[in-house]
């Protein structure tokens, strides 16, 4: 069962009062897990999209764990002047949430599994706006540049695109009934990675660093640093770090498909079984 709880706001800025919503619970049934970190539900789960808010008033991207709660005189003055109070704190998909609006994007939830034509920038879009969080408008402590960082790279493999985990068959049906469809999207697809994979690369770099220093769970960071480690190339690091993995207990059923990867050379990320 998934429970919400009312939050009061202020924006570290300007002082803008605003309401947003905390999940209590909630109930996770199905998906899916990539090497990378990445899942994919079937039921609504937090994000961490959703931990930064952007003032309604003077635009200020902050996170949410840094803001204060609103004095309550001023959220009574606020209710009385609709015009200074937010009735929502927007978060990082604000701006494609405008885009499906004015229609420029197409709803993933129309897309039914199928390559779109605007898939590829939908996907960049995601790109753009983690990017843009490293760029000096949003104060961050290194625990938060490396859960940007970690989205960062989850988007940039999502743009190169995610091998299947259903079978290949539905989508050799949809190069037999459109070919021309199918073959420029990944034109389109191809083109956006070659502009941002040297970004992607320095990113992986960067967030290695940030890993090997990090306060998580030692496995948690090791495992990353291997997957990074593989994306990038290096194959001999990867292996090193694979092997204190198993030192550590990481399960069979987790080392045995990375120990393939590596052997076969393979960069791309993949789905967890």
Known sequence: MTMLEMLFL????????????????????GGEQ???????????????????????????????????RAPAHSLREALDSPGAFSPELR??????????????????????GRPDEHEAEWDELQI???????????QNTPSQELLIRLNLWRAYNTLKGRPLGESPLRWVAHLASRP??????????????????????RNLDELDKLLATSDIDSIDSLALRMQAARERGRFALARQLL???AQQGCPESYLRPARRMIALRRRGCYLLR
């Open 10 to 29: 202020e924006c570290p800025a300007c002082g803008a009062p605003h309401t947003d919503f905390s999940f209590l619970s909630f109930h996770v049934s």
């Open 34 to 68: 990539w090497s990378d970190g990445e899942q994919y539900a079937q039921s609504p789960m937090p994000s961490d999209a959703d931990k930064i808010g952007q003032c309604a008033r003077c635009g200020e991207l902050f996170w949410k764990e840094n803001c204060l």
């Open 91 to 112: 978060s990082l998909a604000h701006r494609v949430e405008q885009a499906e609006r004015a229609g420029t994007l197409i709803p993933r939830c129309e897309w039914q």
């Open 128 to 138: 753009l706006d983690w990017r843009g969080l490293l760029d000096g408008r949003i």
């Open 180 to 201: 021309g469809h199918y073959l420029r999207h990944l034109v389109r697809r191809d083109r956006l990675w070659s502009k941002h994979r040297p970004d992607y690369l």
């Open 243 to 245: 092997a204190q993995l």
